[in-house]
């Protein structure tokens, strides 16, 4: 697969136009406080609305790209390198793909079994003063967990640099929709057994309002930073399984990710590139092929080990580790 047409471009931009799969209300993402995230658009000052919001797509991203029932990746990604944990019966309980903070999960760097938190200190050190090392940074992810190079990562330990190791996404995406109207409806949850029953408890009837949307235009937008991408340093193709992974991601995510909540059911028109211009994307088709050759040529340049069975880093889960003593106590 040959991505050199995107050679001098800092970004790949890319838009997909959304609707209701059913009717022509929607359900957007709520914030604590907030509500629905509704603003002044430019220009005409039209009514926007953020359907989802980065961190969300960031998560849906990698959602549709992990098979739950075999606890591994799809099967086109096979092989990526990441971090598994596990209860102490070796039971499946959490992995890098899924945690919230990625390599920086506290499942991973906060428990007993410090066998990761081992590995990045000896990995990064020397860099407790002075300039972080991001290609150095990029080159142990892309070895431990490839994807948090997509995703981005904080690692806010003390030990690993003061705390001052972080890549921004290579890949953030959000929907948003324009000239949006509510469409307000309500109902009850009913008790038949006691319809003035105490509500404090759970009890009775309750009555409740709900506000739903409605747009003439949705659209999911999706940005690759190729200039961060490149700036890791880590060769071409290191580069190119990236690229590849990042569209993969959001190939998928328009063909079967789009059930966002119960209302809120999207369907996706083609996808399309905004800058630069003339470059076609690949099909799903294509990169579920291309993805494990790439896999194994980064493999066989040396970014991550030949076995796949030492791609994955594997922990136990025994409880979070007990905070040392402060000095003097």
């Given at each position: 697969?040959?991505?050199?047409?995107?050679?001098?471009?800092?970004?790949?931009?890319?838009?997909?136009d959304?609707?209701?799969?059913?009717?022509?209300?929607?359900?957007?993402?709520?914030?604590?406080d907030?509500?629905?995230?509704?603003?002044?658009?430019?220009?005409?000052?039209?009514?926007?609305?953020?359907?989802?919001?980065?961190?969300?797509?960031?998560?849906r991203?990698?959602?549709v790209?992990?098979?739950?029932?075999?606890?591994d990746?799809?099967t086109?990604?096979?092989?990526?390198p990441?971090?598994?944990?596990?209860?102490?019966?070796g039971?499946?309980l959490?992995?890098?793909?899924?945690e919230?903070?990625?390599?920086?999960?506290?499942?991973?760097?906060?428990?007993n079994?410090?066998?990761?938190?081992?590995?990045?200190?000896?990995?990064?050190?020397?860099?407790?003063?002075?300039?972080?090392d991001?290609r150095?940074?990029a080159?142990?992810?892309?070895?431990?967990?490839?994807?948090?190079?997509?995703?981005?990562?904080?690692l806010?330990?003390?030990e690993?640099?003061?705390g001052?190791?972080?890549?921004?996404?290579?890949l953030?995406?959000?929907?948003?929709?324009?000239?949006?109207?509510?469409?307000?409806?309500?109902?009850?949850?009913?008790?038949?057994?006691?319809?003035?029953?105490?509500t404090?408890?759970?009890?009775?009837?309750?009555?409740f309002?709900?506000?739903?949307?409605?747009?003439?235009?949705?659209?999911?937008?999706?940005?690759?930073?190729?200039?961060?991408?490149?700036?890791f340093?880590?060769?071409?193709?290191?580069?190119?399984?990236?690229?590849?992974?990042?569209?993969?991601?959001?190939?998928r995510?328009?063909e079967?990710?789009?059930?966002?909540?119960?209302?809120?059911?999207?369907?996706?028109?083609?996808l399309?590139?905004?800058?630069?211009?003339?470059?076609e994307?690949p099909?799903?088709?294509?990169?579920?092929?291309?993805?494990?050759?790439?896999?194994?040529?980064?493999?066989?340049?040396?970014?991550?080990?030949?076995?796949?069975?030492?791609r994955?880093?594997?922990?136990?889960?025994?409880?979070a580790?007990?905070?040392?003593?402060?000095?003097?106590?």
């Amino acid at each position: 697969m040959n991505f050199s047409a995107l050679d001098q471009s800092p970004r790949l931009l890319m838009e997909a136009d959304l609707t209701p799969l059913q009717g022509s209300r929607f359900q957007p993402t709520g914030f604590p406080d907030l509500g629905a995230a509704t603003y002044d658009g430019p220009g005409d000052h039209q009514r926007m609305l953020l359907v989802e919001s980065a961190q969300s797509m960031a998560n849906r991203l990698e959602l549709v790209c992990w098979d739950k029932v075999e606890d591994d990746w799809v099967t086109p990604l096979e092989g990526l390198p990441l971090i598994k944990v596990t209860d102490k019966d070796g039971e499946p309980l959490t992995n890098s793909v899924q945690e919230a903070h990625r390599t920086n999960s506290p499942y991973i760097l906060e428990g007993n079994d410090t066998t990761v938190l081992d590995l990045l200190k000896g990995e990064l050190a020397g860099m407790e003063e002075g300039a972080v090392d991001i290609r150095k940074l990029a080159r142990v992810l892309l070895r431990y967990d490839t994807n948090a190079l997509i995703h981005g990562v904080f690692l806010a330990k003390k030990e690993l640099a003061g705390g001052r190791l972080r890549l921004p996404r290579v890949l953030s995406a959000f929907i948003e929709a324009d000239d949006v109207k509510e469409a307000q409806s309500g109902g009850v949850k009913n008790d038949h057994i006691n319809p003035s029953g105490e509500t404090a408890r759970g009890f009775g009837n309750v009555p409740f309002a709900r506000t739903e949307f409605s747009a003439p235009k949705i659209t999911a937008y999706f940005n690759l930073d190729l200039a961060q991408l490149r700036g890791f340093g880590l060769g071409i193709e290191a580069e190119s399984l990236l690229i590849a992974l990042a569209l993969y991601k959001i190939r998928r995510f328009l063909e079967i990710g789009l059930r966002l909540r119960t209302a809120c059911d999207l369907k996706a028109a083609d996808l399309r590139v905004t800058r630069p211009t003339g470059f076609e994307l690949p099909t799903t088709e294509d990169l579920a092929a291309t993805l494990p050759k790439l896999i194994d040529t980064v493999s066989a340049a040396g970014g991550f080990p030949v076995d796949p069975q030492e791609r994955v880093t594997t922990i136990e889960w025994t409880g979070a580790a007990k905070k040392g003593k402060k000095q003097g106590d």
